[in-house]
């Protein structure tokens, strides 16, 4: 969950929103969606334990025409697309240090090697991301008591609120801000996409999805809060490497490029953390598509290589190809009308197999999950109204999806 979203985004929300407490509200609602949401699919995944998250949630609620539409934006838009963006945060964060070398090569070979790593064993695959998630903990912890500490101001922003900033909280811009936010939250539903490979998903998952995406809300606010105090406004606003940014202002130019490569390489993990993951929905669909089975195939350790190595090359495409806001706006209105179909389709299970086995339920049911829905569709509304060209891409993605399986879809079995 942790990378490239609450490393750049803060500067694009400042384009709009000038509040420091408004931009504090924007990550605690944006923490509530995705608590809400991942709760609702911790049932849903409880319920319905195989891998391939909302690929597998919506073949099973809705019809197998749902799944493969979201296994389509999963696995080019939902993943391979953020880790074009954690690659070439990576690489801009390295580059803005002081490294002379262009953030795409640099982005590449990041690609390229986590790639390496996760095509070999469960045991060096498992291993890696642990060791790079409690690095990234260490790495957030460190830096924002240090900054806070040595900042030689006491606080650029003032965190008080007045009538504008509430009257900002219902704005378009606070809306479409949102979108950032969600972005960098949207990892909460990782787990699910490789919950066949755990070892008790009924009773592991709950607490997975509920208590990590908890802890990445609370350090979220934190990290923001940091930023908003040790660097001034005017500074960040339209900037991408706003981590290197503020430790420029709290420690000194010197000082500020060496926290700059810490935290370039923190995003290792979250490159690695959608390596791992997203290739489980193209495996997923090689095993119900024969004319992609190609993508089923695994290695002796049960790896799914091939799936692996498309996500990945399709990551390096959008890495040579493509801009990094318009990505970012149009992956997440993407990914968010994806996750809301999915909580939706708790409700569809509900009452279509109300005999299922639950081994867990969402707490406060049904206002959890119609919290999720609200924040959600609120946004997606706001992108349709003032980022129609995006809205439009995103649309588009989902149309290909939707022609694409009735293109390959398995001939029916004659009656």
């Known amino acids: 969950m942790i990378g490239t979203g609450v490393f750049t985004s803060l500067g694009f929300q400042l384009v709009d929103i000038q509040s420091a407490p408004v931009i504090m509200m924007l990550w ?19 319920a319905l334990p195989r891998s391939g998250g909302e690929y597998h949630f919506l073949t099973e609620i809705y ?21 074009a963006l954690a690659a070439l945060t990576f690489g801009s964060y390295l580059n803005s240090s002081g490294l002379d070398i262009d953030p795409v090569w640099l982005a590449t070979v990041a690609i390229v090697a986590l790639t390496a790593a996760h095509c070999s064993s469960h045991r060096n695959s498992g291993g890696a991301q642990i060791g790079l998630t409690v690095l ?3 790495l957030i912890a460190g830096f924002s008591v ?14 008080s609120w007045d009538g504008a900033a509430i009257g900002t909280m219902g704005s378009g811009a606070f809306a479409v801000s949102l979108i950032y936010v ?40 934190l990290l923001n809060f940091v930023f908003l105090s040790v660097a001034p406004m005017e500074a960040m606003v339209g900037k991408v490497e706003i981590g290197v940014i503020a430790a420029e202002f709290a420690f000194g130019s010197a000082l500020g490029t060496l926290m700059g490569v810490l935290l370039a390489l923190l995003l290792i993990s979250t490159i690695s953390a959608m390596i791992l993951a997203g290739p489980r929905v193209l495996h997923r669909i090689g095993q119900d598509y024969p004319r992609f089975s190609k993508l089923a195939e695994a290695n002796q350790d049960g790896i799914p290589v091939t799936a692996i190595l498309v996500q990945s090359g399709t990551a390096l495409l959008f890495l040579w190809t493509a801009s990094f806001e318009q990505i970012l706006i149009f992956s997440g209105a993407t990914m968010a009308l994806n996750t809301f ?33 609200g924040i959600t569709g609120w946004t997606l509304v706001y992108v349709v109204i003032q980022r129609p060209i995006e809205a439009l891409i995103s649309a588009a993605i989902v149309a290909a999806g939707g022609a694409f399986y009735f293109l390959i879809r398995p001939a029916r079995t004659p009656t």
């Open 341 to 373: 179909a999915t909580v939706l389709g708790l409700f569809v299970l509900r009452w279509q197999r109300p005999d299922i086995t639950r081994p867990f339920r969402v707490s406060f049911y049904p206002v959890t999950p119609l919290i999720f829905l």
């Open 63 to 83: 019809h197998p025409c749902a799944g493969f539409i979201s296994g389509w934006v999963s696995a080019t838009v939902g993943f391979a697309a953020p880790t």
């Open 146 to 159: 240090a900054a806070l500490a040595f900042s030689p101001v006491e606080s650029q922003a003032r965190f």
């Open 182 to 221: 969600n972005y960098a939250y949207s990892g909460w539903n990782a787990a699910t996409y490789i919950s066949g490979e755990l070892a008790s998903p009924q009773r592991s998952l709950p607490w997975v999805l509920g208590i990590s995406t908890a802890v990445v809300a609370a350090l979220y606010c």
């Open 136 to 138: 990234k903990l260490l």
């Open 28 to 46: 605690v609602i944006g923490g509530l969606s995705a608590l809400c949401g991942a709760l609702s699919y911790a049932e849903l995944g409880a």
